[in-house]
Protein backbone atom coordinates (compact mmCIF):
# COMPACT_ATOMS: atom_id res chain seq x y z
CA UNK A 1 0.00 0.00 0.00
CA UNK A 2 1.56 3.52 -0.88
CA UNK A 3 0.85 6.68 0.89
CA UNK A 4 -1.31 8.84 -1.49
CA UNK A 5 -0.04 12.27 -2.47
CA UNK A 6 -2.81 14.16 -0.17
CA UNK A 7 -1.99 11.99 2.67
CA UNK A 8 2.12 12.33 1.89
CA UNK A 9 1.15 16.33 2.29
CA UNK A 10 -0.90 16.07 5.78
CA UNK A 11 2.20 14.31 7.42
CA UNK A 12 4.30 16.18 6.61
CA UNK A 13 2.95 19.33 7.85
CA UNK A 14 1.74 17.53 11.06
CA UNK A 15 5.93 16.67 11.14
CA UNK A 16 6.79 20.38 10.43
CA UNK A 17 3.95 21.32 13.34
CA UNK A 18 5.36 18.67 15.61
CA UNK A 19 8.83 20.31 15.84
CA UNK A 20 7.61 23.60 15.97
CA UNK A 21 5.65 23.03 18.78
CA UNK A 22 8.25 21.51 21.00
CA UNK A 23 9.46 18.62 22.53
CA UNK A 24 7.55 14.96 21.53
CA UNK A 25 8.47 11.70 22.10
CA UNK A 26 9.45 9.68 18.79
CA UNK A 27 9.85 5.95 19.50
CA UNK A 28 12.15 4.08 16.77
CA UNK A 29 10.59 0.98 15.51
CA UNK A 30 12.14 -1.56 13.60
CA UNK A 31 9.81 -3.61 10.95
CA UNK A 32 5.55 -2.92 9.99
CA UNK A 33 4.17 -4.08 13.25
CA UNK A 34 6.34 -2.46 15.28
CA UNK A 35 5.36 0.75 13.45
CA UNK A 36 1.80 -0.23 14.00
CA UNK A 37 2.02 -1.23 17.67
CA UNK A 38 4.00 2.58 18.58
CA UNK A 39 1.41 4.42 16.62
CA UNK A 40 -1.32 2.45 18.27
CA UNK A 41 -0.15 3.54 21.74
CA UNK A 42 -0.49 7.07 20.94
CA UNK A 43 2.59 8.49 20.19
CA UNK A 44 2.32 11.36 17.41
CA UNK A 45 5.20 9.83 15.08
CA UNK A 46 6.99 7.12 14.41
CA UNK A 47 11.14 7.11 13.67
CA UNK A 48 12.97 4.03 11.76
CA UNK A 49 16.03 2.65 13.17
CA UNK A 50 18.63 1.92 10.97
CA UNK A 51 20.63 -0.62 13.63
CA UNK A 52 16.93 -1.99 14.75
CA UNK A 53 16.16 -2.87 10.71
CA UNK A 54 19.48 -4.33 10.40
CA UNK A 55 19.22 -6.73 13.10
CA UNK A 56 15.92 -7.94 11.73
CA UNK A 57 17.76 -8.74 9.24
CA UNK A 58 20.51 -10.46 10.97
CA UNK A 59 23.02 -8.10 10.01
CA UNK A 60 25.09 -5.42 11.82
CA UNK A 61 24.04 -1.80 11.77
CA UNK A 62 25.48 -0.08 8.63
CA UNK A 63 25.25 -2.99 6.42
CA UNK A 64 22.03 -2.34 4.95
CA UNK A 65 21.38 -1.41 1.14
CA UNK A 66 20.11 1.98 0.02
CA UNK A 67 17.21 0.17 -2.16
CA UNK A 68 16.81 -1.93 0.87
CA UNK A 69 16.30 1.77 2.78
CA UNK A 70 13.79 3.22 0.20
CA UNK A 71 11.77 -0.18 0.07
CA UNK A 72 11.84 -0.39 4.14
CA UNK A 73 10.67 3.60 3.97
CA UNK A 74 8.09 2.73 2.15
CA UNK A 75 6.62 0.16 3.90
CA UNK A 76 6.57 1.63 7.35
CA UNK A 77 5.27 5.02 5.97
CA UNK A 78 2.19 3.42 4.01
CA UNK A 79 1.28 1.02 7.28
CA UNK A 80 0.97 4.14 10.05
CA UNK A 81 -1.22 7.07 9.72
CA UNK A 82 1.34 8.78 11.77
CA UNK A 83 4.05 10.92 10.36
CA UNK A 84 7.75 8.75 9.91
CA UNK A 85 11.25 9.93 9.92
CA UNK A 86 14.22 7.85 8.57
CA UNK A 87 17.45 7.09 9.55
CA UNK A 88 19.28 7.52 6.31
CA UNK A 89 22.71 6.91 8.20
CA UNK A 90 25.49 9.54 6.31
CA UNK A 91 22.99 9.19 2.56
CA UNK A 92 24.52 6.38 1.56
CA UNK A 93 26.87 9.09 -0.61
CA UNK A 94 30.63 10.90 -0.47
CA UNK A 95 28.85 13.44 -2.56
CA UNK A 96 26.17 16.35 -1.77
CA UNK A 97 24.75 15.73 -5.22
CA UNK A 98 24.49 11.90 -4.28
CA UNK A 99 23.51 13.11 -0.70
CA UNK A 100 20.45 14.45 -2.52
CA UNK A 101 19.42 11.85 -4.84
CA UNK A 102 19.08 9.66 -1.35
CA UNK A 103 16.55 12.41 0.26
CA UNK A 104 14.76 12.37 -3.40
CA UNK A 105 14.48 8.77 -3.62
CA UNK A 106 13.06 8.75 0.56
CA UNK A 107 10.90 11.34 -0.08
CA UNK A 108 9.09 9.26 -2.99
CA UNK A 109 8.56 6.61 -0.50
CA UNK A 110 6.69 8.60 1.25
CA UNK A 111 8.23 9.84 4.92
CA UNK A 112 7.68 12.79 5.85
CA UNK A 113 11.45 13.77 7.54
CA UNK A 114 14.89 12.08 7.28
CA UNK A 115 18.09 12.42 9.15
CA UNK A 116 21.63 12.87 8.02
CA UNK A 117 24.75 11.54 9.87
CA UNK A 118 28.19 12.80 10.00
CA UNK A 119 30.01 9.47 10.24
CA UNK A 120 30.65 7.16 7.20
CA UNK A 121 31.59 3.33 7.89
CA UNK A 122 34.38 3.84 5.25
CA UNK A 123 35.64 7.30 6.66
CA UNK A 124 34.70 7.37 10.06
CA UNK A 125 33.90 11.15 11.28
CA UNK A 126 33.68 13.42 8.26
CA UNK A 127 35.64 16.79 8.48
CA UNK A 128 33.35 19.40 9.44
CA UNK A 129 33.31 21.27 5.64
CA UNK A 130 32.38 17.88 3.93
CA UNK A 131 29.57 16.74 6.53
CA UNK A 132 28.30 20.97 6.25
CA UNK A 133 28.12 20.33 2.87
CA UNK A 134 26.33 17.14 3.23
CA UNK A 135 23.88 18.68 5.32
CA UNK A 136 23.18 21.88 2.89
CA UNK A 137 22.65 19.21 0.20
CA UNK A 138 20.18 16.82 2.27
CA UNK A 139 18.19 20.07 3.38
CA UNK A 140 17.74 21.37 0.01
CA UNK A 141 16.67 18.45 -1.47
CA UNK A 142 14.44 17.56 1.70
CA UNK A 143 12.70 21.12 1.81
CA UNK A 144 11.45 20.52 -1.86
CA UNK A 145 9.40 18.18 -0.62
CA UNK A 146 8.46 19.93 3.21
CA UNK A 147 10.14 17.13 4.63
CA UNK A 148 12.04 17.66 7.92
CA UNK A 149 15.88 17.43 8.16
CA UNK A 150 17.76 16.65 11.11
CA UNK A 151 21.28 16.63 11.56
CA UNK A 152 23.34 14.48 13.67
CA UNK A 153 26.83 14.95 15.45
CA UNK A 154 28.20 11.69 15.95
CA UNK A 155 31.01 12.45 17.75
CA UNK A 156 29.87 10.89 21.30
CA UNK A 157 28.93 7.83 19.85
CA UNK A 158 32.49 7.30 18.35
CA UNK A 159 34.95 8.23 21.24
CA UNK A 160 34.90 12.13 20.29
CA UNK A 161 34.71 13.36 23.96
CA UNK A 162 35.02 17.17 22.66
CA UNK A 163 31.77 18.93 23.36
CA UNK A 164 33.16 22.01 22.07
CA UNK A 165 33.55 19.94 18.37
CA UNK A 166 30.25 18.79 19.05
CA UNK A 167 28.55 22.30 19.32
CA UNK A 168 30.36 23.27 17.03
CA UNK A 169 29.34 20.73 14.03
CA UNK A 170 25.62 21.36 15.47
CA UNK A 171 25.85 24.99 14.68
CA UNK A 172 27.30 24.83 11.00
CA UNK A 173 24.60 21.84 10.72
CA UNK A 174 21.71 24.54 11.92
CA UNK A 175 23.50 27.12 9.73
CA UNK A 176 23.73 24.21 6.29
CA UNK A 177 19.52 24.44 6.82
CA UNK A 178 18.92 21.29 9.10
CA UNK A 179 15.64 21.77 10.68
CA UNK A 180 16.72 19.84 13.85
CA UNK A 181 20.39 18.58 15.23
CA UNK A 182 21.24 15.78 17.51
CA UNK A 183 24.23 14.72 19.05
CA UNK A 184 23.41 11.28 19.80
CA UNK A 185 24.83 10.11 23.33
CA UNK A 186 25.20 13.09 25.14
CA UNK A 187 24.85 13.24 28.87
CA UNK A 188 26.12 15.00 32.08
CA UNK A 189 29.37 13.44 32.39
CA UNK A 190 30.31 14.53 29.45
CA UNK A 191 34.33 16.62 29.20
CA UNK A 192 33.66 19.96 28.97
CA UNK A 193 34.42 21.97 25.99
CA UNK A 194 38.39 21.76 24.52
CA UNK A 195 38.95 18.44 26.12
CA UNK A 196 39.70 15.45 23.87
CA UNK A 197 39.01 12.32 25.60
CA UNK A 198 38.68 9.39 23.36
Not at 44 to 61: I, K, N, Q
Not at 113 to 120: A, H, M, P, R, T
Request: glycine fraction near 8%; charged fraction near 20%; aromatic fraction near 6%.
Amino acid sequence: MAVEPNDMASLRSRFVDLHRSGTFLMPNAWDVGSARILASLGFPAVATTSSGFAASLSRMDQHLSLDELVVHAGDLAASVAVPLGVDAEHCYSDTPQGVAETVERLAVAGPAGVSIEDYDPRQGLLPLDTAAAKVAAAAAAAHLHTMVLTARAENRLYGVGDLGDTITRLRAYRDAGADVVYAPGLATSMPYPGSSTR
